[in-house]
């Protein structure tokens, strides 16, 4: 049965011209990064709601600076895995291609991917609650925040993660790039139909922003990679039930081989 579905897949991506991936914290996993619920959704006993919103950064800087910092040092202690890899062996091979990421990390950035939208933001970036002003940062050490100092801009301001908090809306710059890929014309005017695969989110945070009916009026097919099933599983056409990396490992080389 499912090999049947990973041969159409191969199939529709050899075909296709206009690729976009949607992609949320489970691409990730195969690295080492929990997602939310897969750790118990819990740290160091706050619910994660808790310690990821614009009131908890109000109320306590420190302690969401606390576990931005955790997460900032235990991304220097992953690496890509084949799904990034893959995603962006795809950035490279599709005349159209954007990759809309949920994810915070820096390992599709790491692994290569040069069209990519970060719809929630980057770990590796502050951004000042004063005058907005964005900046790459390196972790931020944690003796610094055990001492209680919070990291501050240039301009005097409070520095904050450059991530979007649940309650907070996504940007609109983002949201456009989305739209624009779904109105661009088949490069060569030929009718392939867009080919979006949504790998490793839950849905439950995003419910896609939009992105399935978008996709749905574009003609798009519509195909998940997620071991299990997600809010988005009804609305796609092609299931496949697999961790993405071993998933996207195994077929990028049948949908590259040449065809004679
Ligand atoms: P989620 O935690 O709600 O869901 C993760 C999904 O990934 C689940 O559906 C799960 O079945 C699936 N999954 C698990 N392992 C997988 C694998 N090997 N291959 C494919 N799928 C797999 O994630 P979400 O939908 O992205 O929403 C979580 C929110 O938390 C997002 O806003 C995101 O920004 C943030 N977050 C980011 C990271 C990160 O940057 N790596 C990690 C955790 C959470
Ligand atoms: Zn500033």
Known sequence: MSAKREAKLIGWLRAAERVLAFCGAGVSAESGVPTFRGA?????????????????FERDPLLVWRFYAARQKALQ??????????????????PE????????????????????????GSLMETRCTECERVTPC????????DAGRLPHCRCGGL???????????LLAEHLRALEAFFERAAPDGKASPPVVLIIGTS????GGYGLTQAARRSGARLVEINPAPSLLSREVDLPLREPAGVLLARIWPEVTREQR
């Open 97 to 120: 291609f954007l990759l809309v990421s949920q994810n915070v990390d820096n390992l599709h950035e790491r692994a290569g991917s040069e069209r990519l939208v970060k719809l929630h």
């Open 138 to 145: 390196d972790p931020l050490p944690e003796a610094e925040l």
């Open 40 to 56: 118990g959704g819990l740290w160091e006993g706050h619910r994660v709601e808790d310690v990821a919103t614009p009131e908890a």
């Open 77 to 94: 202690e992953v690496e890509p895995n084949p799904a990034h890899r893959v995603l962006a062996a795809m950035d490279a091979h599709f």
């Open 203 to 206: 849905g439950s945070v995003s």
């Open 159 to 169: 520095l904050r993660p450059n991530v979007v908090w649940f309650g907070e809306y």
